[in-house]
């Protein structure tokens, strides 16, 4: 069996939304430098400071959304986590300091729902709404990870638990 039982890399922004953000972030500079070059409007350069603030701004939220992104692995060692750019290396939950995993998975209406507000303790590490895992360490710490592939993940902790006789039974929910 490999090192790593299950691997995902998920992003905040794919490269379809960068191509419209990053358009329509031109088309405001074209504005702003028609605006200042125009010789029937008389504008002086501070006058395209919050313009050219707000084109910066823009740029800064970009760079941002664009570098946001959670890798997830399982393997021997245990979960294996980092969000970038918020942890600068990857953060690890062994197995034996886990007490209790579970498996989550709701529709995306069901965010809206009161019963999803009760999740407010956690730690949470997604891009996928309430889909994961949801993990519980012997310390008492709290970790949500998200995740777009919940059935590979269930599948990935099973085996790991099965291979690696980890976990006892009453310490995870996978169904």
Same mark, same amino acid.
């Given at each position: 069996?490999?090192? /790593?039982?299950?691997?995902? /890399?998920?992003?905040?922004?794919?490269?379809?939304?960068?191509?419209?953000?990053?358009?329509?972030?031109?088309?405001?500079?074209?504005?702003?430098?028609?605006?200042?070059?125009? @010789? =029937?409007?008389?504008?002086q350069a501070m006058d395209l400071l919050p313009g050219a603030?707000?084109?910066?701004?823009?740029?800064a939220l970009i760079w941002f959304l664009s570098h946001l992104?959670?890798?997830?692995?399982?393997? #021997? /060692? +245990?979960?294996?986590?980092?969000?970038?750019?918020?942890?600068?290396?990857?953060?690890?939950?062994?197995?034996?300091?886990?007490?209790?995993?579970?498996?989550?998975?709701? @529709?995306?209406?069901?965010?809206?729902?009161? =019963?999803?507000?009760?999740?407010?303790?956690?730690?949470?590490?997604?891009?996928? +709404?309430?889909?994961?895992?949801?993990?519980?360490? =012997?310390?008492?710490?709290?970790?949500?990870?998200?995740? +777009?592939?919940?059935?590979?993940?269930?599948?990935?902790? #099973?085996?790991?638990?099965?291979?690696?006789?980890?976990?006892?039974?009453?310490?995870?929910?996978?169904?």
């Open positions: 069996m490999a090192n /790593k039982v299950f691997k995902e /890399k998920q992003q905040y922004l794919s490269i379809k939304s960068k191509w419209i953000v990053s358009s329509i972030l031109l088309l405001l500079c074209i504005v702003l430098l028609r605006l200042y070059l125009s @010789p =029937s409007i008389k504008f603030i707000a084109v910066v701004l823009c740029l992104r959670l890798k997830t692995s399982i393997s #021997k /060692k +245990g979960i294996e986590y980092k969000m970038m750019p918020f942890h600068h290396s990857k953060r690890i939950i062994h197995w034996d300091e886990i007490s209790f995993i579970r498996i989550v998975s709701f @529709p995306r209406l069901s965010s809206w729902q009161k =019963s999803y507000n009760h999740y407010l303790l956690q730690k949470k590490f997604t891009f996928s +709404g309430r889909n994961g895992m949801s993990v519980e360490t =012997s310390w008492g710490e709290r970790i949500f990870i998200g995740s +777009g592939k919940v059935d590979e993940l269930r599948k990935a902790i #099973k085996k790991a638990v099965k291979h690696y006789k980890l976990l006892e039974e009453n310490k995870t929910d996978l169904h």
